[in-house]
């Protein structure tokens, strides 16, 4: 699958604990959390930000939200973002404005479905990665996994649960080398 991406972060180090920190990883069948962490908004690149509002006609009724309420009004640069830029989605009544509003998960992403289309170019990149996160060049754990998400502690690594999503992102070459990280983390010393 080939994404629109102007550019791909550029990765200096990983963190280790992505290979050793545990989430439930099925979110959809989650009885919990309450989809905590989706409470906040989250980043979206400029690119995807474009692509959502060229499909307003078809996303409006579907989320039952109007477009001029999807985002907060501040874009900011960023050079690790794909596009250069991100702005930040609304927050409405405690939740960001593209959580479903009839069931489990994100509104984006059962458009997508809903439509047969592939939700890697619409739904925001750091939500599909997520709980793995990028920063300042580095790989490593969304640092809500670390301070208040119930989900975590049991299930998959972060990484197995991100593997597949990382591997759109960064190819099969970073994904070789993190497999061959988490190999060495887990052989008997």
Known sequence: ?????????????????IFTLRYFMRCMQCTFCRAGCCSYGCDVNGGERDRLLALKGELEPFLAIPSSEWFKPEEYKDPEYPTG???RANVKNGACV????????????????????????????????????WDQGVLRPNSDV????????????????????????????????????????????
């Not at 699958?1 to 604990?17: A, D, G, H, R």
């Not at 670390?146 to 649960?161: I, P």
């Open 1 to 17: 699958m080939l994404l629109p991406l102007t550019s791909v972060p550029q990765l200096k180090s990983v963190e280790s604990e």
């Open 85 to 87: 830029t991100f702005v």
């Open 98 to 133: 593209f959580l479903s509003k009839t069931g489990r998960g994100c509104a984006i992403h059962a458009f997508a479905l809903a439509t047969g289309r592939d939700y890697h170019p619409i739904k925001p990149m750091v939500c599909w990665l997520f709980p793995i996160c």
């Open 146 to 189: 670390k301070d208040d998400l119930v989900c975590t502690g049991t299930g998959a690594t972060l990484y197995e649960g991100a593997r597949d999503e990382l591997r759109v992102v960064f190819g099969d070459g970073l994904i070789a080398e993190l497999d061959a990280h988490r190999k060495a983390l887990a052989a008997p010393r």
